[in-house]
């Protein structure tokens, strides 16, 4: 039988449940439950100068709306974009990608998948070797 969202809700993510994830960027995420198999939505905020490590999405299609900041996106496929506030990117599943912060504050963005992001889709295929620990803040 499939999960699926009985009643109507409102949720109002913490800004103290951001966390850091190895793949460079901070998470904080909106929705994504087990009643609600269609779709997740995590705000995700990188830093200046940083660049997300290359990794793909098994199953999943992600689109990425651009809320702040300005970056350089790249998704297999495409040549490198520029995007900032009100773009949207849009990523099958299984296509490589990461994105860059080109500017000097955050760049933030909603990162909106379809079906819901488990962590078994994710697959780090970056050349250069996974980071240990996360940075302090």
């Not at 860059?100 to 070797?129: H, K, M, W």
């Amino acid at each position: 039988m499939k999960a699926e969202l009985q009643s109507p809700s409102v949720h109002a993510p913490q800004e103290g449940d951001e966390f850091y994830i190895a793949e460079g960027c901070y998470i904080l995420e909106s929705w994504n439950r087990d009643q609600d198999p269609d779709v997740s939505i995590a705000r995700a905020r990188v830093e200046p100068g940083v660049t997300t490590r290359l990794h793909r999405l098994e199953g999943i299609v992600e689109r990425y709306l651009m809320l702040s900041g300005q970056g350089r996106v790249e998704v297999e496929g495409l040549e490198p974009r520029l995007v900032g506030p009100g773009d949207l990117v849009a990523i099958p599943a299984g296509a490589g990608q990461r994105i860059a912060n080109l500017g000097e504050t955050d760049l933030v963005f909603y990162a909106i998948c379809t079906p819901r992001f488990v962590p078994s889709a994710y697959q780090d295929i970056d050349p250069e070797p996974f980071p240990e620990a996360a940075p302090v803040r």
